[in-house]
């Protein structure tokens, strides 16, 4: 096993509980981790512009996962998952970050959707959602 999946499978651990994944994890450049799953049936060549689902990007301190690293991960996560109502998750989706004492990587849930990634400091989970993809209010 690689430096960095170790890296990454330590960070998992940590976060959210979860032992192994079947699915793999590449870092390219600026840390930025993609995750896809080989087809042994079908013979693929690998194109230099793809390298799978943008899953989230390697951290000093830990794993920041995209929202699709979110669905990825979320399923399997024992810890790590904050459920949300839906007031917050209208709020979180619009970009704002959480009131909640949570410190660390978190996933965030409203029921069945997991709506991305956030730091918690203790007193607020930062909202990683970026700019082109958050709900816009309409005046």
Not at 41 to 51: A, L, M, Q, R, V
Not at 65 to 93: H, N
Not at 100 to 126: M, P
Request: positive net charge; glycine residues 10%; charged residues 40%.
């Amino acid at each position: 096993m690689g430096e960095t999946k170790e890296k990454i499978m330590k960070y998992l651990k940590e976060q959210y509980g979860i032992e192994d994944i079947d699915f793999e994890i590449v870092e390219k450049e600026n840390k930025k981790l993609y995750a896809f799953k080989r087809c042994e049936d079908i013979e693929i060549t690998e194109h230099k512009h793809f390298s799978g689902l943008y899953f989230g990007r390697l951290c000093r301190d830990g794993i920041r996962l995209s929202i699709e690293g979110s669905f990825l991960i979320g399923k399997m996560a024992k810890r790590g998952i904050i459920d949300v109502s839906r007031e917050e998750a209208e709020r979180w989706l619009l970009g704002e970050n959480l009131e909640r004492e949570e410190k660390g990587y978190v996933i965030l849930r409203w029921r069945s959707y997991y709506l991305g990634c956030g730091k918690g400091d203790g007193k607020l989970i930062k909202n990683f959602v970026p700019k082109d993809r958050r709900l816009t209010k309409w005046k």
